[in-house]
C-alpha cells in the first residue's frame, strides 16, 4: 500500500519486473531470434527458387555447383548466430557427407530437400529451445 495522503492505493504487479541486464539481454537474444528467422526464411525461399531454376537447367552440374555456393553463403551467414558445435555439424552435413544417387538431378533434389529440412528444423529449435 502506498500512502498518497488521502486514499490508499494498493500497487499490484502481474508478472515479475525485469530490469538491468536481464532485460538487455533478453531484447538482445529476441532481436537475434527474430534476425535469424528472417534470414532463414529468405534463405528457404532463395533455395526454392535456386531449385526451380536448377530443375530446368540443362547442365545438371552447374545446377549442382549454384546450390553448393548457396550452402555455403547460409553456413557463413548462420556463423554469427549459431554455436560452433551446430555450424560444424552442418557444415559436415551439408558440404562433407555426399550421397550418390545415380541421377545428377535426382542427386540435386535429395540435397535441396536436406537442406530444407535442416532449416525448418533450426526455426523450430530457435522457437521451441533458442538459438542451437
Same mark, same amino acid.
Given at each position: /500500500? $502506498? #500512502? &498518497?495522503?488521502?486514499?490508499?492505493?494498493?500497487?499490484?504487479?502481474?508478472?515479475?519486473?525485469? /530490469? +538491468?541486464?536481464?532485460? %538487455?539481454?533478453?531484447?538482445? /537474444?529476441?532481436?537475434?531470434?527474430?534476425?535469424?528467422?528472417?534470414? *532463414?526464411?529468405?534463405?528457404? %525461399?532463395?533455395?526454392?527458387?535456386? @531449385?526451380?531454376?536448377?530443375?530446368?537447367?540443362?547442365?545438371?552440374? =552447374?545446377?549442382?555447383? @549454384?546450390?553448393?555456393?548457396?550452402?555455403? !553463403?547460409?553456413?557463413? +551467414?548462420?556463423?554469427?548466430?549459431?554455436? =560452433?558445435?551446430?555450424?560444424? @555439424?552442418? &557444415?559436415?552435413?551439408?558440404? %562433407?557427407?555426399?550421397?550418390?544417387? +545415380? #541421377?545428377?538431378?535426382?542427386?540435386?533434389?535429395?540435397?535441396?530437400? /536436406? $537442406?530444407?529440412? @535442416?532449416?525448418?528444423?533450426?526455426? !523450430?529449435? *530457435?522457437? &521451441?529451445?533458442?538459438?542451437?
Amino acid at each position: /500500500m $502506498c #500512502d &498518497t495522503g488521502k486514499i490508499p492505493v494498493y500497487v499490484v504487479f502481474a508478472g515479475p519486473v525485469l /530490469m +538491468g541486464k536481464d532485460t %538487455e539481454k533478453d531484447t538482445l /537474444m529476441n532481436d537475434q531470434s527474430s534476425e535469424l528467422l528472417a534470414y *532463414i526464411q529468405s534463405q528457404i %525461399e532463395e533455395i526454392n527458387t535456386i @531449385h526451380a531454376q536448377a530443375e530446368k537447367a540443362l547442365n545438371a552440374v =552447374q545446377g549442382k555447383d @549454384h546450390v553448393t555456393k548457396w550452402k555455403r !553463403k547460409v553456413i557463413d +551467414g548462420l556463423e554469427p548466430y549459431v554455436s =560452433q558445435a551446430y555450424l560444424q @555439424h552442418i &557444415t559436415k552435413e551439408w558440404l %562433407e557427407t555426399t550421397y550418390f544417387v +545415380g #541421377d545428377v538431378f535426382d542427386e540435386l533434389a535429395d540435397e535441396v530437400d /536436406m $537442406c530444407r529440412r @535442416h532449416l525448418k528444423k533450426l526455426v !523450430k529449435d *530457435i522457437q &521451441t529451445i533458442g538459438i542451437p
